[in-house]
């Protein structure tokens, strides 16, 4: 083989080998970006979740507290309250 035709087979290997390189360091970041985008949506989602259940304690409590005021206003006698 002469010079020229193993520069040029040189050449070819290391292009080769750099693209193997960009189409990994291409996948990694496409998982990477995969598992970022993941991980903001269960957060959004778990928040919202707890968000929706402290509503529904606070509304059940607004109720028991409003049903435990009519109960103490009923038990006065009248010109107390």
Do not use: C, F, N, Y
Not at 41 to 46: D, G, H, K, Q, R
Request: charged share 35%; no cysteine; net charge positive.
């Amino acid at each position: 083989m002469s010079t020229t035709e193993e520069r040029d087979a040189e050449r070819r290997r290391s292009a080769e080998k750099a693209l193997r390189r960009e189409t990994t360091v291409r996948r990694i970041k496409d998982i990477v970006w995969s598992a970022v985008i993941a991980s903001v949506i269960t957060i959004i989602v778990v928040l919202s979740l707890g968000w929706l259940t402290t509503q529904s304690v606070v509304e059940k409590a607004r109720e028991e507290g409003e049903k435990r005021t009519r109960g103490i206003k009923g038990k006065h006698l009248p010109g107390e309250i």
